[in-house]
């Protein structure tokens, strides 16, 4: 095992050009949570990069050649007679030893909760970060955007192998029961859906007890694969199912649904910014703190919200909603109302906006 560490410690670190992301390192300890792909890896490394060679160890437990024994023997001492200050393990398993460094950095799509590390979740690309990975800024990258989705990787895919690609990626990071419910909430995206369901449509088509489709519901969950939205005052209804990325859509479904797919994009822009929102009857996003309702009109006009914004009004009374937003693709306006200010914004404009 130190022949190995050896080799590692000497070993350059390369990354590609890297595009900055919105969350960053600096010189305290942290765990990175985020799902295969989003980024966890380039992100260390990088800040790496910017350290002195001599001063660091990257190492990626998912290395076949480590003995996990041998490994727990030998890391501390290593870390200590080359006075390593930063160590980084990356795809990190609770069998490893956390050793005493400086700075530790892991990196895992678990979030296993060690108190002295900050957490730092990263999701896939949200559309500004996007724009950095396009050589130019036009009407096409928004079309581009729902091509690609936000996993970094897929700018270097072809169009002719990107469902396969994703495919391959979550079959080698889920478990079976775990890419079933996935698919199956790719066919629900933006829907009303409970976990008992998702069991009784699954258990046809495999033998599988509640309890696992459960813990398997659960992880997926965990892990930020799939995002349950709560209804407005009423946490125990049942809750929307949005997908970690909108790519997932077209790699595990042949399902066509512009406006669903629309609304889990503008739901994972809310996510990312950190704004607590839910859901009511015909209503995509009520955000409380702000008094807003968000609503995805892809291809609406005055015409079309006006008569949204009537069956939505009782709503709108009750909570004493300041602002409505309806996102398009492309249309813009307003629209008066006794209590509260509609207006209808392109999902580039409001996105970069916010």
Not at 222 to 230: A, C, D, G, M
Not at 244 to 256: N, P, Q, V
């Amino acid at each position: 095992m130190e022949i190995l560490l050896e080799e590692l410690y000497k070993t350059d670190i390369h990354i590609e050009k890297f595009h900055f992301r919105k969350l960053f390192l600096d010189k305290e300890s942290y765990q990175i949570n985020g799902i295969s792909q989003s980024g966890k890896t380039k992100l260390a490394k990088n800040y790496l990069l910017g350290l002195k060679k001599s001063s660091y160890l990257y190492m990626d437990c998912s290395d076949l050649r480590i003995d996990l024994d041998l490994l727990n023997n030998t890391l501390q001492n290593f870390c200590y007679n080359n006075k390593i200050e930063t160590l980084v393990l990356d795809n990190y398993i609770e069998a490893i030893n956390i050793v005493n460094v400086q700075q530790l950095i892991i990196c895992s799509e678990i979030n296993y909760k060690i108190d002295f590390l900050n957490t730092l979740t990263l999701y896939p690309l949200d559309y500004e970060e996007f724009l950095a990975y396009e050589h130019k800024y036009d009407s096409s990258s928004l079309n581009h955007f729902f091509q690609l989705g936000g996993f970094p990787s897929m700018h270097k895919i072809s169009n002719d192998s990107r469902a396969i690609y994703l495919q391959n990626v979550l079959r080698s990071t889920l478990s079976e029961v775990e890419l079933d419910i996935l698919i199956f909430c790719t066919k629900m995206m933006a829907q009303k859906i409970s976990p008992y369901s998702i069991y009784e449509r699954l258990k046809h088509i495999r033998k599988i007890s509640k309890d696992k489709l459960y813990k398997s519901f659960e992880n997926l969950s965990e892990k930020n694969y799939i995002h349950q939205l709560q209804k407005a005052n009423h946490p125990k209804a049942i809750r929307k199912i949005y997908l970690c990325d909108i790519s997932l859509k077209s790699a595990l479904s042949i399902d066509k649904h512009f406006g669903k797919l629309f609304e889990n994009m503008i739901y994972l822009e809310l996510l990312k910014s950190g704004r607590e929102c839910f859901y009511d009857e015909g209503i995509d996003f009520y955000l409380p703190l702000s008094e807003e309702v968000i609503i995805g009109m892809p291809f609406a006009d005055e015409r079309v919200l006006f008569k949204k914004i009537e069956s939505i009004e009782a709503f709108l009374f009750t909570y004493q909603i300041k602002k409505v937003t309806a996102i398009t693709m492309s249309k813009e306006g307003k629209m008066s109302h006794p209590i509260s200010t509609v207006e209808m914004i392109p999902f580039d404009i409001w996105a970069l906006g916010d």
